[in-house]
């Protein structure tokens, strides 16, 4: 399959401890399955804890790219949690960034202690929709809860993304990849959070 | 099955630099890897552990990085590959042991060492470029600046380091050990060397002046092998208007820039491998070719002095030349570069406009963004013992109330100095440094000092560093309680087993090295609490406190909660009671949700009530015994 724009240019985000590293490596490995050049760069370490995290994802047909997306030069965004969508849109954000949004917030120490607001879905919602070209918004967390875990939660996210096609990627690739990446007694579960994720972006 | 070991010659994978780094030493048929883990080195030997016991190789968790490198360099002694991988930190524990191995020279076997620096101090307390420990101790340095290379790299610095039985120092930073890209697989070598000590050698920097100088002539024959290494090439015109000179990260980053600003026709790229000593020769041929220089690389100007050394030899012979990068401002000397930075670096030298997004998006975005997004602090994880202990220990500082203090360490309780913390430590330094400062402070009494002195440090800190400094306190009497706190994993590096886990890098059961008998061993008074009891907690911390003369020891034991996570069921439900939580009125400021701030615990704005996040909660039940309305609930799973 072919690449939209050379190079592609993917970020995930979240909050430390959603699952960022699992949800890009999965995503990189499916494409180097289709041998696209593919560079990811994560956020480690102390930001793990609780912290703003990214992953950027370099995709192309041509040559291997630096970890790092330079300043508004993000052709999609995925991100875990709402407001961390904000901060990246701000960042790397250009008029034909496509974002993919998990709606439920973490809410940042500083919000809880009354020190900061969390602004409201809507508003979110409002400002994601007038800085991108497309965006869709998933209740990933909640979907999770309802299959008994918030861990589950990156993976429906992966199969958002998948559903929306953004990515030179068919979902037999996806699936193949998940089978080869979680030991088998945790193959099905995710199967179906990634297929859940899916339906909710495709068509849309 | 484990990519690592995978023996598909051709194969195209996705690694993450440092599992590159792992596979190359596979492929150079490393029999023998010891490292103290520390990002953003930590993955290379947590690679090789978990296929040690298939490729029949050891692997081990040192207890710093200095035994790392010396057991390794037993290894290469009696004939075997042997590597040893370390932060940046890591390097200055083993550099001492570094400073005389250069002169001692290694064995038949191969030795290696990777230094991985962590530029911008992403997971670190300092930062720091390891480079120089190359030019100060005559050590052959290479650079990987792709994925490939750093398999590649680290496969062939065996060879080099047989080649001229020297230690070979292979120097990757964070953009390259922790990202991921393709990287092509090579052959794993099937044979196993027999290791045997040959007793008619002696490895020692005895005569340290001839040995100096035959350094001297084994970095010479380096030179000339560098001159042309694979590692090492152009990309550009024949005479380009500037010359960009990279070395490691700085790579992509200069194609990138030279792409983007559509300047292939002017500017070229010579992208240098090997760092140390320089290929003079390679350098002056390119150089020539050009009257403008641009240097970029990540920390130090490290290539850019070390090549104005040599074009100082050269002028005005081969040519004259005005130098870009970190001495003109262009690149900045300190944290990362990124792609951004070096395409505005050579826009400006190239006098070529540079504008990232359309006029208007930009500032758009950001106006529309910035309002909205509350910072995000770093914080412990919800269930985190640490939390715990730093409350307690800040509830008996207070009710002392003598002006006590904490000196800080290293490891995921370093955040204790945020509010994380309750903003309880006070100095944090090298790995052991808290409790050395308290040896310090615990004898200043001589001199007016009244205030209680603590010292913190982790299981694996303890380890690593501590214990030297715990003997000189009990030695010289000094006045302070070390406070361990004791989770049974190095946690901040990605829960790596220890000498107190009962359990080997390889996943083999292992005596447990006791702290409580190692402390009580050397005569001091040692008490052991389990943090989530809040209250006895405090109360030993106050005694101890109060126990005033020489060191006392304090044991806060209680696993991570995240290994805990992983191993077993959360023990508790939590709920909070929306009849009993009184909110503003009650009196206590928010204690749970303002205080203690754990981040499973929210702030329900409409309901003026605390509540509890059941994505983000793990149960440890803790925040039940803070509640003075006792409406936060927990119920045993």
């Known amino acids: ?25 999965l995503i990189g490995r499916a494409l180097v399955k289709d041998n696209f050049y593919v560079t990811i760069g994560e956020t480690y370490g102390a930001s793990q804890r609780g ?36 901060r990246v849109i701000g960042q790397y954000g250009n008029p034909s960034v496509s974002a993919v949004v998990n709606s439920r917030p973490i809410y940042p120490t500083a919000v809880t202690v009354g020190d900061a607001e969390y602004p409201s879905l809507e508003k979110i919602k409002k400002t994601i929709s007038e800085l991108a070209r497309k965006t869709w918004f998933v209740d990933a967390t909640e979907i999770a809860l309802s299959y008994g875990s918030p861990i589950f939660t990156n993976i429906i996210m992966v199969g958002a993304l998948a559903g929306t096609n953004l990515l030179p990627l068919n979902r037999k690739k996806f699936e193949e990849t998940i089978k080869e990446s979680f030991p088998s007694t945790h193959v099905a579960d995710n199967l179906k959070a990634f297929e859940r994720g899916l339906e909710m972006t495709q068509g849309c | 099955m484990s990519v690592i070991k995978k023996n598909a010659p051709g194969s195209n994978e996705l690694l993450m630099g440092n599992e590159a780094i792992a596979r ?160 092509i697989l090579g052959e794993l070598p099937q044979e196993k060397k027999t290791a045997r000590y040959d007793t008619s050698k002696i490895f020692i920097p005895v005569a340290a002046p001839l040995r100096h100088l035959a350094l001297h002539l084994k970095l010479a024959k380096v030179r000339e092998m560098y001159e042309s290494s694979p590692f090492n090439w152009y990309v550009g015109p024949e005479k380009p208007e500037l010359l960009m000179i990279t070395s490691g ?18 500017v070229g790229i010579l992208k240098i491998g090997t760092t140390w000593p320089l290929p003079s020769k390679l350098l002056a041929k390119h150089m020539a070719n050009t009257k403008r220089l641009l240097f970029v690389e990540e920390v130090d100007p490290f290539l850019e002095n070390n090549v104005k050394e040599l074009a100082a030899e050269w002028s005005p012979e081969i040519g004259s030349w ?68 730093f409350w307690a220990i800040k509830g008996a500082l207070k009710l002392d109330g003598r002006g006590g203090f904490v000196a800080g360490d290293i490891g995921c309780y370093s955040l204790g100095l945020g509010p994380a913390g309750f903003f309880q430590l006070k100095t944090m330094h090298a790995m052991g440094s808290g409790t050395g400062l308290a040896t310090g402070f615990g004898q200043l009494h001589k001199f007016g000092f009244n205030q209680p002195v603590l010292s913190v440090c982790g299981d694996s800190t303890f380890f690593h560093a501590a214990i030297p400094a715990l003997i000189n306190g009990v030695y010289n009497q000094s006045d302070f309680v070390m406070v361990v706190l004791d989770n049974s994993a190095t946690a901040m590096t990605g829960f790596q087993p220890h000498a107190g886990t009962g359990e080997t890098a390889t996943g083999s059961p292992a005596p447990v090295v006791d702290i409580e008998k190692l402390c009580k061993a050397l005569g001091v008074r040692v008490e052991t609490c389990d943090p989530f009891d809040l209250q006895d907690t405090t109360e030993k911390i106050l005694d101890l406190i109060n126990d005033e003369g020489g060191v006392r ?55 003026g009530k605390s509540q509890v996040d059941e994505a983000i909660c793990n149960g440890c039940g803790v925040c039940a015994d803070i509640c003075p309305s006792s409406a936060i609930i927990r119920k045993e799973n």
Not at chain 2, 103 to 116: N, T
Not at chain 2, 131 to 158: C, H, N, Y
Not at chain 2, 249 to 255: C, D, E, P, R
């Open chain 1, 1 to 25: 399959m072919t690449l939209s724009k050379e190079p592609l240019n993917l970020i995930i985000t979240g909050v430390g401890g959603q699952g960022n590293v699992l949800a890009s490596q």
């Open chain 2, 322 to 389: 005005t130098f870009y990068g970190k001495s003109s401002g262009h690149v900045h000397p300190f944290g990362e570069i990124n792609p951004d930075l070096i395409i505005n670096a050579l826009a400006k030298v190239m006098s070529k406009p540079y504008s990232p997004r359309e006029a208007g998006y930009g500032g758009k975005a950001l106006e529309m963004t910035k309002s909205l997004v509350p910072n995000r602090d770093l914080g412990f994880c919800p269930g985190c013992p640490h939390r715990a202990t």
């Open chain 2, 553 to 607: 020891v304090l044991i806060s034991r209680r696993q991570c909660a995240l290994v805990k996570a992983k191993e077993e069921k959360a023990p508790y439900k939590v709920h909070v009671d929306e009849e009993k939580c009184l909110g503003e009125s009650c009196g206590c400021a928010r204690l749970c949700t303002r205080v203690f701030k754990c981040p499973g615990l929210i702030w329900n704005k409409e309901k």
């Open chain 2, 24 to 183: 190359g030493a596979l492929e150079a048929g490393v029999q023998f890897a010891a490292a103290y883990p520390g990002n953003p080195s930590s993955e290379i030997i947590g690679t090789l552990s978990q296929v040690a016991k298939d490729m029949g190789i050891y692997v081990e968790w040192s207890v710093n990085e200095k035994v790392a490198l010396e057991a390794a360099a037993s290894a290469s002694f009696s004939g075997l590959r042997a590597l040893s991988a370390m932060k940046q930190n890591g390097v200055n524990v083993a550099s001492d042991f570094i400073f005389n191995l250069n002169l001692s020279g290694v064995g038949s076997g191969g030795l290696v060492l990777v230094a991985a620096d962590d530029p911008a101090a992403l997971s670190s307390t300092n930062e720091e470029d390891s480079r120089f420990i190359s030019k100060v101790g005559d050590l052959p340095l290479l650079e990987p600046a792709t994925f490939q290379e750093a398999k590649d790299m680290t496969k062939w610095a065996f060879d080099l380091s047989e080649a001229i039985n020297s230690l070979v120092i292979v120097r990757s930073v964070s953009r390259i050990s922790h990202a991921r890209g393709n990287v």
């Open chain 1, 51 to 86: 912290g703003a995290v990214m992953s950027h994802l370099r995709i192309s047909r041509e040559s291997q790219y630096s970890p790092l997306i330079p300043e508004g030069q993000a052709d999609i965004i995925v991100a875990l949690e709402p407001v961390e969508a904000l």
């Open chain 2, 249 to 266: 990260s700085g790579w992509f980053y200069s194609l990138e820039a030279v792409k983007t600003l559509q300047l292939k026709d002017q």
